[in-house]
């Protein structure tokens, strides 16, 4: 069963910048997809950004030029490094290894998901 922990969420103040890790600690991801999703109070869970097993990539809208996602598939870490915060991205960042190997905007292609790390932006 594929393990997925999250870290490097925290409280910022806005403008400054963050930089979130997910760990495969089964080393079963390297062939899929992945992706960041995060949720709000109140809301449901969004589509942030993803990336294929080939390392083609995908954004969200509202963080397009803001984030920045990566991975390095030998070591199973993929990362989020978040740029310019805003308070409105303030929410439990969660990572998620798709079904296939390219990813996915839809939560439903994904199986697998880590407990999620808290990112708190203050004005």
């Known amino acids: 069963q594929v393990q997925l922990v999250e870290s490097g969420g925290g409280l910022v103040q806005a403008g400054t910048s963050l930089r979130l890790s997910c760990q495969d600690s089964r080393r079963t991801s390297s062939n899929n997809g992945m992706a960041w999703f995060r949720q709000a109070p109140g809301k449901e869970r969004e589509f942030v950004a993803g990336?294929?097993?080939?390392?083609?990539?995908g954004y969200a809208d509202a963080v397009k030029d803001r984030f920045t996602i990566s991975r390095d598939r030998y070591a199973n870490i993929m990362s989020l490094q978040m740029n310019s915060l805003k308070p409105e991205d303030t929410a439990t960042y969660y990572c998620a290894t798709a079904l296939r190997a390219g990813f996915s905007r839809a939560r439903s292609d994904y199986r697998y998901w880590g407990q999620g790390t808290q990112v708190t932006v203050s004005s």
């Open positions: 990336i294929s097993w080939n390392g083609a990539t």
